[in-house]
C-alpha cells in the first residue's frame, strides 16, 4: 500500500495519522510506504523559480537558503522578528510561484481562484485536470517513480484540511491516468466530517474506491484480508525519520485518544458527528510513549488529544517523559493544586492549549462548557507559577454572546494578562448538523455541497461584522494585550509556540544526551 499525505498544512511535523495507519500494516506483515506529499511538494516549489520581478521577492529568493535554515535553528525560536521575517519571505516565494496557476499558496493555506474545496464538482474537475494545480511538476515526477518502484494495489489519502483537498483530488486524478484501475482509498479527519452528514452523498464514486470515517486501521487491514481483533500498534515513523520538517528539533506527535472525554460543548464539530470517546490506558500510553521516544529520540512530543484527561495528565505528572511535551488540556480541579502543576512541569510539560473560549460565566455555561471561571483563574496563575506556558482559545460570535459579554472576556483576559503566553483569537462558526442549527435562523454560510457550516442570524444581533469591528478596534489594538497577541508565531502558531519557551528558558543549554540536531538544526536531505 502506498500511503499519502497531500499538501498543504503545516510542514513542522510527520503525519501522525499516516504513521498510526503504517504501523498497524506493518505489524500484520503487510508492505507500506508513507509519503509525506506536502514537506516535499513544499519543498519542490520552493526549489523552482518563480518572477523576481520586485524588491521583495529578490530579496526572498537571495535570503532563502538561511531563512530555511533558520527554522531549523533555535536561535530564530530566541528572536520572534527574525522567525517573522523567514516565514513572511518563505511565503512570499510560494506565492510568486503560484501566481500563474490562479492560486495562492501559504506554508498552511491553498486557494485556487477557480475552484473551491467546498464543491464536490470542483473537486471532482480538479482530478479531471491535475495538470492545472500547482504541484503538478512535482507529483508528475514523484508519483510515476514511486509506483512504479512499490507496485502498491491500493493508494490512500489522508485528508484533514480544506487546504489539502483540491490537491489531493488532482493527486488522485493524476494516479487514476497512470494506472486506471488503482484502487483509491480516502480517509481523514475532513472526510469523516463528510461521510458523518446526515445529508451525505457520494459524489466521488468511480473516482475513489473506498472512504473511511474515523480511524482507518481495520478497513485497510480488511482490505488486505485481515480481519483484526487487536488493531492497537505503535506508529511507524520510520519513512520519514529524517525529513526536514520546519523545525529545530524532531517533534513526535502522537494520539493518545480518539474523540473528546468531555464531549459536551453545544458547538463540538465531533458532538454534532456522534463521534465516541476512546481512550488507551494510562499505562499503555506512558508504556507507548516512552518505546516512541527511546526510537525517535524528538526534541518535542506533541500529544493531539483534543483534550488531555485528569487521569493521564496524572499519569504523566507520576511518571515523566524525561523529554518536553505539549497538548490540550481543560480547566479541570487537578490544575488548581499549585503542587500538581509543578509535578506536571517536572515531568516535561512545557506548554498547554486551553480552550477558554469566553470570559463571561454565562456564555460558558450556555455553551456547556464546563469552565469555572474562578477556578479558571487559579488554574491560569497556578501553571504560571510552575513555569508552564499557556496557549489560550477565544471564540467570539457564539449565540449566548452579546457585546456586554464580549467586554467581560476582554476584562478576564486584562485580569490575567500576566498569566497568558499566547492567545488565540477565532470567531464562531455554526455547525451544520448541530442542535444550535436547528434552532436558529440559518442560511449557506460558503457556496458547495460539502460546506459543513451554516450562517446564521445571531439572537442578540451580535453579527460577524460587529464581532470583527470589536476585535480589531479594541481587544486587539489593547496596549495590554497587543503584546500577547505579537509572540504568536505567525502561520505555525502553537506547533511552533512551545520552542519558543523552550528557547528561553533552560532547555538547550541543560539538555544531555539525544540528538544533537537540537542546537544544530535538522540536517536537510538532498539540499
Known amino acids: 500500500m502506498l500511503l499519502i499525505h497531500p499538501p498543504v498544512s503545516k510542514p513542522c511535523e510527520p503525519p501522525a495519522g499516516l504513521a498510526t495507519l503504517a504501523g498497524a500494516l506493518r505489524r500484520h506483515g503487510i508492505p507500506c510506504m508513507l509519503l509525506d506529499a506536502n514537506i516535499e511538494g513544499i519543498l519542490s516549489l520552493l526549489g523552482g523559480q518563480g518572477r523576481d520581478n520586485d524588491t521583495w521577492t529578490r530579496r526572498a529568493y537571495s535570503h532563502l537558503a538561511s531563512n530555511l535554515a533558520a527554522l531549523e535553528q533555535w536561535d530564530a525560536y530566541t528572536n520572534i522578528g527574525r522567525y517573522t521575517r523567514a516565514v513572511t519571505e518563505i511565503t512570499r516565494i510560494l506565492q510568486v510561484v503560484t501566481l500563474p496557476y490562479g492560486s495562492t499558496l501559504g506554508l498552511a493555506n491553498f486557494t485556487d481562484q477557480a475552484r473551491s474545496p467546498l464543491s464536490s464538482a470542483d473537486l471532482l474537475q480538479a482530478s479531471e485536470m491535475p495538470e492545472k494545480n500547482v504541484f503538478y511538476h512535482y507529483f508528475q515526477q514523484r508519483l510515476p517513480a514511486v509506483l512504479e518502484q512499490e507496485n502498491p494495489s491500493i493508494v490512500g489519502f489522508s485528508l484533514n484540511y480544506l487546504s489539502q483537498a483540491l490537491i489531493a483530488f488532482a493527486m488522485i486524478g493524476y494516479v487514476k491516468k497512470l494506472s486506471p484501475a488503482m484502487k483509491i482509498m480516502l480517509g481523514g479527519g475532513l472526510v469523516t466530517s463528510w461521510l458523518q452528514r446526515l445529508d451525505w452523498r457520494n459524489p466521488f464514486a468511480g473516482l475513489v474506491d473506498a472512504m473511511v470515517a474515523g480511524p482507518g486501521e481495520r478497513p485497510l487491514l480488511a482490505l488486505a484480508g485481515i480481519q483484526a481483533a487487536d488493531d492497537s500498534s505503535l506508529p511507524d515513523y520510520d519513512p520519514v525519520r529524517g525529513a526536514p520538517y520546519f523545525s529545530p528539533g524532531r517533534v513526535l506527535p502522537y494520539s493518545v485518544s480518539l474523540g473528546c472525554y468531555w464531549g459536551r460543548c453545544s458547538f463540538c464539530p465531533e458532538k454534532t458527528e456522534n463521534r465516541g470517546y476512546r481512550c488507551s490506558t494510562s499505562q499503555d500510553v506512558l508504556h507507548d510513549l516512552k518505546a516512541l521516544i527511546a526510537r525517535e529520540n524528538p526534541s518535542l512530543v506533541h500529544l493531539l488529544d483534543n483534550a488531555l484527561s485528569p487521569s493521564l495528565l496524572a499519569a504523566l505528572a507520576a511518571c515523566p517523559l524525561r523529554v518536553p511535551w505539549y497538548g490540550f488540556a481543560r480547566f479541570t480541579s487537578h490544575l488548581t493544586d499549585l503542587d500538581f502543576c509543578r509535578e506536571l512541569k517536572r515531568s516535561g510539560c512545557t506548554m498547554l492549549q486551553i480552550g477558554l473560549e469566553s470570559g463571561d460565566q454565562g456564555v460558558l455555561d450556555a455553551l456547556q462548557k464546563g469552565i469555572d471561571l474562578t477556578e479558571a483563574g487559579e488554574v491560569l496563575k497556578n501553571l504560571k507559577m510552575a513555569g508552564i506556558a499557556t496557549y489560550v482559545y477565544l471564540l467570539f460570535g457564539t449565540p449566548p454572546e452579546t457585546y456586554a459579554r464580549a467586554q467581560k472576556t476582554l476584562d478576564f483576559i486584562l485580569d490575567h494578562r500576566d498569566c497568558l503566553d499566547f492567545l488565540n483569537l477565532a470567531i ?97 536531505k538532498g539540499r
Open 428 to 524: 464562531f462558526n455554526l455547525p451544520s448538523g448541530s442542535l444550535d442549527a436547528r434552532e436558529l435562523d440559518t442560511y449557506d454560510f460558503y457556496d458547495g455541497d460539502l460546506c459543513l457550516y451554516k450562517g446564521f442570524v445571531h439572537p442578540h444581533g451580535w453579527h460577524r461584522k460587529l464581532v470583527r469591528r470589536f476585535l480589531d478596534k479594541e481587544f486587539r489594538r489593547h496596549p495590554a494585550i497587543a503584546p500577547i497577541l505579537r509572540r504568536d508565531p505567525p502561520v505555525f502558531t502553537s506547533n511552533h509556540a512551545p520552542f519558543f519557551v523552550m528557547a528561553h528558558g533552560e532547555y538547550i543549554r541543560n539538555r544531555k544526551g539525544g540528538s544533537s540536531s537540537c542546537q544544530k538544526g535538522f540536517p536537510r
